[in-house]
């Protein structure tokens, strides 16, 4: 069993925390809310009381943090988690962040002669709770190989995409996906309604017709066809509209640097801006519905 340093203990990571305390690892758990540390021990972990505490003497760091900032400072700046955790420790770093950064501290930790993995996830909170999670992995084999066994006990599925930052290419193209289609499928279902369509005969034909997709049979828009969607319960969070913003925000960055034209993307990007700047940020993102539907109520 490993020794665990563990930075960032919010939504996501407090549960995944726990999980690999559940599996048997010591987790020293930092995070600069004292509420989400308090909360980690509650689920097996060992309170420290600094991101370089949590990463002396550890086989392996994990950071699930907000932002590409975030992650950079953690492990780069003086003090920071590459100057104190052993050489060859493990790190994986499982938030959401821009490509450019997950490479710049791959490379740092390289330099430092560490190995790393970027290794964002798919699943939400539910999935971080149940172990669940998918993980969408950036980085040489032999860290992919060592990291396997430790992101089975937070995840499901385990996907390695290629080298640093990989991983992070994977979500947000995934997540620029999402958002693409999350707003198709509410264009439909309120195209549907102007025209007399029960929305739960469109969810019968296109659930079974050319026009399926996760975010109509898996997270429906409209309230009834999926119970278990966030639109039965008032578009509560599920995943917020401004973490999809964040996501598509980061998309489009990406492709400015990279020449690629994401025309959709961008729309979307736009359409997730007004409904944030609606004071609708914390709506889930299939909220969006109410903004295209004309009813922001
Ligand atoms: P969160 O805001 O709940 O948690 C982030 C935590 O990091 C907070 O507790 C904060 O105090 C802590 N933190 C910030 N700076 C720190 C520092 N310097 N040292 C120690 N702790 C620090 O966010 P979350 O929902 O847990 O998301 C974390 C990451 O996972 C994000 O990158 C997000 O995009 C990604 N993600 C979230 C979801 C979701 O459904 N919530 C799903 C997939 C991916």
Request: aromatic share 4%; charged share 15%.
């Amino acid at each position: 069993m490993a020794v665990i340093g563990f930075i960032g203990l919010g939504n996501m990571g407090g549960p995944m925390a726990g999980n690999l305390a559940k599996a048997g690892h010591t987790v020293r758990a930092f995070d600069l809310s004292k509420e989400s540390v308090a909360k980690a021990v509650e689920r097996g972990c060992v309170a420290v009381a600094s991101a370089a505490e949590a990463a002396a003497g550890a086989d392996v760091v994990v950071t699930m943090l907000p932002a590409g900032q975030h992650v950079r400072a953690v492990y780069c700046n003086d003090g920071g988690v590459l100057s104190v955790a052993p050489k060859g420790a493990l790190m994986i770093d499982c938030s959401t962040v821009d490509v450019d950064s997950a490479r710049a501290v791959a490379k740092a930790a390289e330099e430092a002669g560490m190995a790393m993995v970027d290794a964002p996830v798919s699943g939400g909170t539910a999935g971080a709770e149940g172990g669940t999670l998918t993980f969408m992995v950036g980085g040489p084999d032999a860290a992919f190989e060592r990291a396997r066994p430790m992101l089975e006990a937070m995840g499901k599925t385990i996907v390695h995409a290629g080298g640093p930052g990989n991983g992070q290419a994977a979500k947000i193209c995934n997540n620029m996906l999402l958002g693409i289609c999350m707003i198709g499928t509410s264009e439909a279902f309120m195209l549907a309604k102007r025209l007399g369509l029960d929305a739960q005969k469109l969810f019968d034909i296109s659930s079974k017709a050319s026009g399926q997709n996760w975010s109509m049979t898996s997270y429906c828009p409209v309230p009834g066809p999926v119970p278990t969607s966030p639109a039965n319960r008032g578009y509560t969070p599920g995943f917020a509209a401004d973490m999809m913003l964040k996501d598509l925000k980061l998309s489009q960055e990406a492709a400015a640097r990279a020449g690629a034209s994401t025309p959709l993307g961008a729309a979307a990007e736009s359409l997730y801006q007004l409904f944030s700047n609606a004071g609708l940020g914390g709506v889930d993102f299939s909220g969006i519905i109410k903004m295209l539907d004309g009813d922001m109520k």
